[in-house]
């Protein structure tokens, strides 16, 4: 079956942008239907200005569709990117995230696998912190946190984070996330959209056997399944 992946981030230079790209290559592999997003950008464009690499990638930014809240309402699950921003999320990320409070209300976020992946200049420059405090999010709208957790070979050799994927960047070069981080990225995409579809088609296969009288037999063979 198909389900529908939303990856809603927020990139100043470019590095979280390319993590998403890879979270949704991987959901993609796995079949489901993707919409890559970012968030607006809030800053002025005099602190875009002074920093080249911000520049650059805010010009070429222009070409990935604006995330809006109809993303959220479409998807089946999702997975955020964000900078760290001293150990929380950056403003613009949790701005747009301030905007769903009409969907939590009408409980259209909740039971929707949920996953989250950043970038910071140091390797312990915050990441974890990062995930965590949207963590605090997810908990608030009743989704269901997907970690990547040490489940693959891809989590360690990207330097074990099992809260999600972080990289680490140069400050002076700006290089992006090195290849073991992308391939952490996409195995998280993957791992979101095969738990996605899992729990669909569980949901289908227990409403069905409700409607037969078999309910118990049938949920208990959806969770021997693997993903």
């Given at each position: 079956m198909t389900v529908k992946v939303a990856v809603i981030y927020y990139s100043s230079t470019g590095n979280v942008h390319a993590l998403a790209q890879a979270v949704a290559d991987g959901a993609a592999l796995a079949g489901a239907e993707v919409r890559l997003r970012r968030v607006a950008e809030l800053a002025p464009d005099s602190a875009i200005d002074a920093n080249p690499l911000w520049r650059r990638h805010a010009d070429a930014a222009t070409a990935i569709a604006q995330a809006s809240i109809e993303d959220l309402a479409w998807a089946d699950a999702f997975a955020f990117g964000t900078p760290t921003r001293f150990g929380t999320p950056a403003a613009q990320l949790k701005q747009f995230i301030d905007q769903a409070g009409g969907l939590w209300q009408e409980g259209k976020l909740a039971n929707k696998p949920v996953t989250a992946f950043t970038s910071a200049y140091n390797r312990?420059?915050?990441?974890?912190?990062?995930?965590?405090?949207?963590?605090?999010?997810?908990?608030?709208?009743?989704?269901?946190?997907?970690?990547?957790?040490?489940?693959?070979?891809?989590?360690?050799?990207?330097?074990?984070?099992?809260?999600?994927?972080?990289?680490?960047?140069?400050?002076?070069?700006?290089?992006g996330p090195d290849a073991?981080?992308?391939e952490a990225a996409r195995y998280q995409g993957q791992r979101l959209a095969r738990i996605t579809i899992r729990l669909l088609e569980g949901s289908r296969l227990t409403d069905a056997a409700a409607g037969d009288g078999n309910g118990r037999e049938t949920l208990a063979g959806t969770t021997s399944q693997t993903a």
């Open positions: 312990h420059g915050g990441s974890e912190a990062t995930i965590l405090s949207l963590g605090n999010v997810f908990y608030h709208w009743g989704a269901l946190i997907v970690p990547p957790g040490f489940t693959d070979p891809a989590v360690y050799a990207a330097g074990g984070n099992p809260y999600g994927t972080s990289s680490v960047t140069s400050l002076s070069t700006g290089d073991a981080a992308l």
